[in-house]
């Protein structure tokens, strides 16, 4: 949108999801993003070369206490990463500060044991040592070749005022900080249902940055997940005859049923935010794809378009696209429902997805 010379607001529910979009759309003089990288390496490298334990010490103070630090990166990791940790939380300007903690925040899964080629939080004990510095450094680089493309396709009065023409938030899909009728378009890739707990996504920098005391407090936030529980759920209408057939599937397993119903009173809660903020003829881009848990279908798009029908919009569009074989998210065993290897699955989790262009009458 900025690129194109449009207002923009973006919201997101998670802390890191919100800092790497707030950085990665706040233009930032090349030259100072420069001069900091190279500070940041004379500090490495003298902390590197020194036996000093002053400024371990001082390092270590600044991490938060939390035993899933320990969990994640081993002794030696974390030290390192405390030192850069230290470093970045020493730049004066905020924007540059953030936009070197976003650096960090995007090298620790390769810094610590979480297995590598998986989204889910699991443990590799074997995983080999990744030199900390370098992974850093080497993120900053590439970041600041990537700003450097950004700003220069930015209009210069965007590049000025960009607090202006940009509003993003770390907030609830629900609660869109825009007044009712402001906006033309909406793309939105909504979470999904029993597929995955989207605070895992970014659990590492939020355990760094403080955002995470209990995972299941956490997890409790994001519309999706199976620790959610709203007590009404059974009172709310969810405007759609597709999840009754789908939860009458669903017979004997209670707290699958609680989910489902929960994500789409979710989602529902979403959709009607959605026509509050849309202008008249106004529309949205939904991403979204069909799932299975065991052998159940669960139609999403389809009760995505029943439900937002119900309140007011009518289908202008469906995109359907194959999701390149790259970007598939894991497989799942149809037996037990689990996320496996690809080799050993049968179902894939959602292997198609649809881009429903709804607009609001
Ligand atoms: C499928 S991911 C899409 C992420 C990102 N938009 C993208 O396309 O890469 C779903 C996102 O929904 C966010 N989310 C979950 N619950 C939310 C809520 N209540 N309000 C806003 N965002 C939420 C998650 O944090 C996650 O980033």
């Known amino acids: 949108s900025l690129i194109n010379k449009r207002l923009a607001c973006g919201t997101d529910i998670n802390e890191i999801a919100y800092l790497i979009s707030k950085v990665k759309t706040t233009p930032l003089n090349i030259e100072l993003l420069k001069k900091e990288y190279i500070l940041l390496y004379d500090k490495l490298k003298s902390y590197r070369e020194s036996a000093d334990n002053n400024v371990l010490m001082k390092a270590m103070k600044i991490v938060p206490d939390n035993e899933r630090i320990d969990y994640w990166f081993k002794p030696k990791q974390k030290e390192e990463l405390s030192l850069i940790f230290y470093s970045v939380y020493e730049i004066d300007n905020p924007d540059v500060r953030d936009f070197y903690l976003v650096a960090f925040a995007q090298i620790l899964k390769t810094a610590s044991i979480w297995l590598q080629k998986s989204i889910k939080p699991t443990r590799d004990m074997k995983k080999k040592e990744q030199d900390t510095y370098i992974l850093f450094l080497n993120q900053a680089k590439r970041m600041i070749k990537r700003h450097e493309i950004y700003n ?210």
């Not at 009065?157 to 509003?167: A, G």
């Not at 397993?253 to 529902?268: G, V």
């Open 152 to 361: 220069s396709m930015l209009d210069k009065n965007f590049i000025n005022n960009i607090n202006k023409y940009r509003k993003i938030k770390c907030s609830d899909s629900r609660f869109m900080p825009l007044r009712d009728g402001e906006t033309d378009f909406i793309v939105t890739s909504p979470p999904y249902v029993t597929s995955y707990e989207y605070a895992d996504l970014h659990q590492l920098p939020s355990l760094w940055f403080g955002y995470l005391n209990t995972l299941t407090k956490f997890r409790e936030k994001f519309i999706g997940s199976s620790y959610k529980n709203r007590c009404n759920i059974d009172s709310i209408d969810l405007k759609s005859d597709i999840i009754i057939q789908t939860i009458n599937n669903f017979s004997n397993n209670k707290k699958k049923i609680r989910e489902i119903k929960n994500y789409y009173a979710d989602m529902l809660e979403s959709f009607i935010e959605m026509k509050r903020i849309l202008k008249l003829g106004g529309k949205a881009a939904i991403v979204i794809g069909n799932t299975q848990f065991k052998n159940i279908d669960i139609f999403n798009a389809e009760i995505f378009c029943e439900q937002m029908v119900n309140i007011g919009f009518r289908i202008f569009d469906i995109i359907h696209r194959e999701i390149p074989s790259k970007m598939l998210p894991s497989t799942r065993d149809a037996a037990t429902g689990r996320f496996s290897k690809a080799l050993s699955a049968d179902k894939l989790a959602y292997p198609t997805e649809y881009i429903l262009i709804m607009e609001k009458i």
